[in-house]
T-cell receptor
């Protein structure tokens, strides 16, 4: 079965640079979630989208923005990168935002030098 | 917002023993409670979940109980095996927005 696809899988950036992470949800899933997981930490909810509209917002810094496109894929844009942004970024998708199971992608490991 | 507390932070058991991990949550609006297993550097994998209209759910060696009144839920793993060793996260979800516990590192000794 098709799973959530994230690209790139690894990304190395310098401080103050920008990064764009991409997420392709499972086919027919219309809801996408972004999480940030620092080393030894639990996943922190950043933002979610349902039917191309932002549905909820968590601890996403103002330097980050995200959107969901007409084909339901989503992109997380990160600007003015800081050392503390180094983390695993997971995208998850579900059929709808209520109580449906979230399926996680493999994650993008971002390293900021 | 939601606050999820998870205990213990580390748990070591002998192979074949049972393991229990407990979580409490604060927001009574949370209505979906998944449990994830995560190996180092890998994605969280759903192992079992429970919705607010159910008190208990079991899947082979894994069971989850939910007490809505007390706002706590627990994961029970029986007949543990070395391959059960991983970090386990509970989460409380409201309209898809999930708040995770801090995780429990489970070590199963052969």
């Amino acid at each position: 079965a098709a799973g959530v696809i994230q690209s790139p899988r690894h990304l190395i950036k310098e401080k103050r640079e920008t990064a764009t992470l991409k997420c392709y949800p499972i086919p027919r899933h219309d809801t996408v979630y972004w999480y940030q997981q620092g080393p030894g930490q639990d996943p922190q909810f950043l933002i979610s989208f349902y039917e191309k509209m932002q549905s909820d917002k968590g601890s996403i810094p103002d330097r980050f923005s995200a959107q969901q496109f007409s084909d339901y894929h989503s992109e997380l844009n990160m600007s003015s990168l800081e050392l503390g942004d180094s983390a695993l970024y997971f995208c998850a998708s579900s059929l709808r935002p209520s109580t449906d199971t979230q399926y996680f992608g493999p994650g993008t490991r971002l390293t900021v030098l | 917002g939601e606050n999820v507390e998870q205990h213990p932070s580390t748990l070591s058991v002998q192979e074949g023993d049972s393991a229990v991990i407990k979580c409490t949550y604060s927001d009574s609006a949370s209505n979906y409670f998944p449990w994830y297993k995560q190996e180092l550097g890998k994605r969280p994998q759903l192992i079992i979940d429970i919705r607010s209209n159910v008190g208990e759910k079991k899947d082979q060696r894994i069971a989850v109980t939910l007490n809505k009144t007390a706002k706590h839920f627990s994961l029970h793993i029986t007949e543990t095996q070395p391959e059960d060793s991983a970090v386990y996260f509970c989460a409380a979800s409201n309209r898809g927005k999930s708040t995770f516990g801090d995780g429990t590192t489970l070590t199963v000794k052969p």
